[in-house]
């Protein structure tokens, strides 16, 4: 039987103890593409939900992770935010614990909220999945390491756990022993790794982490990098040379099935329409 969403094919990927559950994604994409800001807690709400709506309902059956950075406020805020991420198609959302003025994981000098505070926004997390009948993946994520240290925010994540969260995030992990450590702590709950390229974490594959005990890897950089760098060289070739690079593969129609020219037209001729007949 095919589940029936998203979450529920997360889900059912969790369960595998056998298997990790390997994440490409775009990290801090939404806020630099959106607003050309760096990853300082400057999104909001409306533009990371609608960013994510996008995503996910390009192909429904594929899981989307989504960041929900700190829930964007107070507990009110939290309740909001789960459920609009329910509604958006999200199949899974990570939860923090810094405050609202936030920064990225692997820069330095980071603050956290009191625990109770922290675990008050799972909490609220969780009774939002609860009114919407949705059963959206929740990931509790703690950044206490650097600040607090490995106790403290294992307890965090510990916490959180009891509160209802499915799986763990220990941002900003240092060693590979470290690692194993926490996945044995936490056990049997599903732990996940942030590969962050440059980051302060190990530089691990898909296999080591499994290795070590981690149920979901993450790439967040994977694409705003790739992205960047791909751009930047063009600008530079377009600068120098007066030319863009002739690619194969990047015609204006190769690029329009990638985002479902075919199926466009399909649809046209379903509905009756001979809007295509002469071709495109």
């Known amino acids: 039987m095919v589940p029936s969403t998203a979450a529920s094919r997360l889900r059912e990927l969790l369960q ?36 994510a709506a996008m995503i996910a309902n390009l192909d429904q059956s594929v899981p989307l992770i989504a960041d929900a950075d700190t829930g964007f406020g107070g507990s009110l805020m939290v309740h909001r935010t789960v459920t609009e991420y329910i509604r958006a198609g999200v199949a899974a959302l990570h939860l923090e614990d810094q405050p609202t003025s936030k920064r990225c994981g692997h820069l330095g000098n980071k603050q956290v909220v009191p625990e109770e505070e922290y675990i008050g926004r799972i909490r609220a997390a969780v009774n939002a999945r609860v009114r919407s009948g949705g059963d959206i993946v929740l990931i509790a994520r703690t950044d206490a390491l650097q600040p607090l240290g490995y106790e403290a925010a294992v307890s965090r994540l510990k916490g959180a756990i009891e509160a209802g969260a499915d799986v763990a995030f220990l941002e900003g992990i240092t060693t590979n022993k470290q690692a194993v450590r926490v996945c044995e702590d936490l056990k ?19 296999s080591e982490a499994k290795m ?30 007066g030319t863009p690079t002739v690619r194969v593969g990047s015609s204006p129609r190769d690029l329009f099935n990638v985002v479902g020219l075919q199926e466009a037209i399909s649809l046209d001729v379903a509905s009756g329409g001979r809007l295509y007949d002469q071709g495109i």
């Open 212 to 241: 070590l005990g981690f149920r979901v890897i993450i790439f967040p950089g994977l694409c705003l990098g790739a992205v960047f760098t791909a751009v930047k060289e063009e600008a530079e070739q377009l600068k120098r040379n």
């Open 16 to 51: 595998d103890e056998d298997k990790i559950v390997v994440c490409p994604g775009t990290g801090a994409g939404t806020t630099a593409s959106r607003l050309g800001q760096p990853d300082l807690g400057v999104i909001t709400l409306n533009e990371m939900r609608e960013n």
């Open 188 to 206: 049997p709950t599903p732990v996940l790794f942030n590969n962050v390229a440059g980051g302060v974490s190990p530089d691990l594959s898909p």
